[in-house]
């Protein structure tokens, strides 16, 4: 079972910058493809950004060139660095780990994003 756990958002600005971070445990994580996923209210939950195993990244169009996601292997935990915030942003964010038999869920952490 595979357990995460979110932490960095929070309230910021318009063009401000944040950076989520999630932690998991486990040593499924290495093979694991990790991705954070957002949903605002009314709004479908929606791929944000995701990492393979293999370090080969995924990006959803209106974040390309401000979001970076990186992983950390030795730590398993993965990063979202947010830069160049908009309100449309604000979500609830979540962190998502997924490999054969597993797709596990982290609990969401809120970012808002003022104008």
């Known amino acids: 079972q595979v357990q995460l756990v979110e932490s960095g958002g929070g309230l910021v600005q318009a063009g401000g910058s944040l950076r989520l971070s999630c932690a998991a445990s486990g040593s499924i994580f290495r093979i694991s493809t990790v991705g954070w996923f957002r949903q605002a209210p009314g709004k479908q939950r929606e791929l944000v950004a995701a990492v393979t195993s293999g370090g080969s990244t995924n990006y959803a169009d209106s974040v390309k060139g401000r979001f970076t996601i990186v992983r950390d292997n030795a730590k398993t935990t993965v990063y979202l660095q947010m830069n160049s915030l908009k309100p449309d942003d604000t979500a609830v964010y979540y962190c998502?780990?997924?490999?054969?038999?597993?797709?596990?869920w982290g609990k969401g952490t809120l970012v808002t994003v003022s104008s």
């Open positions: 998502n780990v997924r490999a054969i038999l597993v797709d596990a």
